[in-house]
């Protein structure tokens, strides 16, 4: 699914690390600028409906995120499923709605098993996950003594 995400993203694993350190940092170091970049050339925006749009992709994105966070199952296992929903849905992705179902708590399935079958972190499968989160107001934070 590449709603909120690029469809190019880089898994891999390779048996010469001086790749990451020679080719991959440095390709990785010029988007971050380029971006960067684009980001300060931007100006403001100017209309309530733009701000808006904004507002609203956001909340779409949060959205999209608190329905599939690999890590719900991990915390509804360790702080209940109340607690799981709440951090989730109201601190991580503060801006997302809630479903009447609640959290998927199966785990997670990326791009199906790999051929030939076996461990997907072994060789030949993926090892990362790359999702950059967005901060939110501490204010709403679940207390990790409210276990549910």
């Known amino acids: 699914e590449t709603q909120f995400f690029s469809k190019e993203m880089l898994f891999a694993r390779f048996e010469d690390s001086k790749i990451v350190q020679e080719d991959l ?6 988007y971050v600028k380029t ?16 701000v808006l749009h904004v ?5 779409a994105y949060d959205t999209y ?14 702080f209940g499923k109340q607690w799981a929903e709440d ?3 109201d601190f991580l992705f503060s801006l997302s ?8 708590l199966s785990p997670p399935m990326f791009g199906g098993p790999p051929k030939g079958g076996g461990n997907p972190g072994g060789p030949g499968g993926p090892s990362a996950k ?4 967005i901060g939110k107001d501490s204010s709403k934070r679940p ?5 549910g």
């Open 25 to 30: 940092f440095p390709a990785f170091k010029s």
């Open 35 to 50: 971006h960067l970049d684009l980001v300060k050339s931007t100006s403001a925006a100017s209309s309530h409906e733009d």
């Open 55 to 59: 507002f609203d992709r956001q909340r």
């Open 65 to 78: 995120s608190a329905d599939r966070d690999p890590a719900a199952g991990l915390f509804a296992a360790m």
């Open 87 to 89: 951090f989730i849905y």
């Open 97 to 104: 709605e809630r479903t009447e179902e609640g959290l998927n």
């Open 130 to 133: 790359c999702v950059a989160p």
């Open 143 to 147: 207390s990790l003594s409210s276990r």
